[in-house]
């Protein structure tokens, strides 16, 4: 059975993303996978250097970002706590020549009429731009794996049925397993969610550097990003070394 990555983020998330698109597609050959999703944090400016580099290199350039979703009105500009505890994380691909138009917009507008801290969309730009799109539920920031973590698991499902009126059978639960005691009940969840209402599931890495060794790179990166050093027991930190390609 062969595997895809559809969730990576390349150079192009910009301090938090450690992967150079030629390696990407280097190591995806190498493993023999047939194709490979770009998905940076709300932006799209990665994808023309994705596509050219993908089709040169024999591995299928899937175009996707992980966007911002806010549950709210995205002109609105809440201070930063509310904003923080509202806007999640959505993995969002294209699956035609529908779906990559449809993805820039949702990009576009999300920072130019929705940026505050983030570059937010919300439920109204998603349903006016989901067709050829194919939408993941998304990583432990995203809006359905916070629902269940936090105990919740009838509004997951309600949030579940929302995706699914929005995108239909475009609509997949994501599986992430990076050695974390959470994501692993989290799956659970997720699997036992998706029997009972049909939904079909595919696993992804939330890929942020190339290679396992890359990790410690990566942790610089982030001080970076956050403005703190290595020596800071409170610093952002990824929790395995497990977030590679």
């Known amino acids: 059975m062969s595997f895809v990555h559809l969730?990576?983020?390349?150079?192009?998330?910009?301090?938090?993303?450690?992967?150079?698109?030629?390696?990407?597609?280097?190591?995806?050959?190498?493993?023999?996978?047939?194709?490979?999703?770009?998905?940076?944090?709300?932006?799209?400016?990665?994808?023309?250097?994705?596509?050219?580099?993908?089709?040169?290199?024999?591995?299928?350039?899937?175009?996707?970002?992980?966007?911002?979703?806010?549950?709210?009105?995205?002109?609105?500009?809440?201070?930063?706590?509310?904003?923080?505890?509202?806007?999640?994380?959505?993995?969002?691909?294209?699956?035609?020549?529908?779906?990559?138009?449809?993805?820039?917009?949702?990009?576009?507008?999300?920072?130019?009429?929705?940026?505050h801290y983030f570059p937010r969309s919300d439920w109204d730009l998603l349903t006016e731009?989901?067709?050829?799109?194919?939408?993941?539920s998304g990583c432990l920031s995203a809006e359905i794996p916070k629902l269940i973590v936090a105990g919740d698991r009838a509004g997951a499902r309600?949030?579940?049925?929302?995706?699914?009126?929005?995108?239909?059978?475009?609509?997949?639960?994501?599986?992430q397993d990076h050695g974390l005691a959470v994501q692993r009940a989290l799956n659970d969840d997720l699997v036992a969610i998706g029997k009972?209402?049909?939904?079909?599931w595919v696993a992804t890495n939330d890929s942020h550097y190339t290679h396992k060794e890359d990790a410690s790179a990566h942790e610089v990166l982030l001080c970076i990003n956050t403005g703190s050093e290595l020596n800071d027991p409170n610093r952002f930190k990824f929790d395995s070394d497990e977030f590679y390609l």
């Open 158 to 175: 309600r949030k579940v049925a929302q995706y699914r009126e929005v995108f239909g059978d475009r609509f997949y639960l994501e599986l």
């Open 196 to 200: 009972e209402m049909g939904i079909r």
């Open 7 to 115: 969730h990576a983020h390349s150079e192009y998330s910009m301090l938090d993303g450690a992967s150079r698109i030629p390696d990407m597609f280097e190591s995806a050959a190498a493993a023999g996978m047939p194709a490979c999703a770009i998905t940076d944090h709300g932006v799209m400016y990665g994808a023309l250097e994705f596509y050219k580099t993908g089709s040169g290199a024999g591995v299928k350039p899937i175009l996707g970002m992980e966007g911002y979703l806010f549950g709210g009105d995205r002109r609105t500009k809440p201070n930063q706590r509310e904003n923080g505890d509202k806007t999640f994380h959505l993995t969002l691909l294209a699956s035609d020549n529908t779906g990559f138009p449809n993805l820039t917009k949702i990009s576009s507008k999300a920072w130019l009429e929705g940026f």
């Open 129 to 136: 731009h989901s067709e050829g799109l194919i939408c993941l």
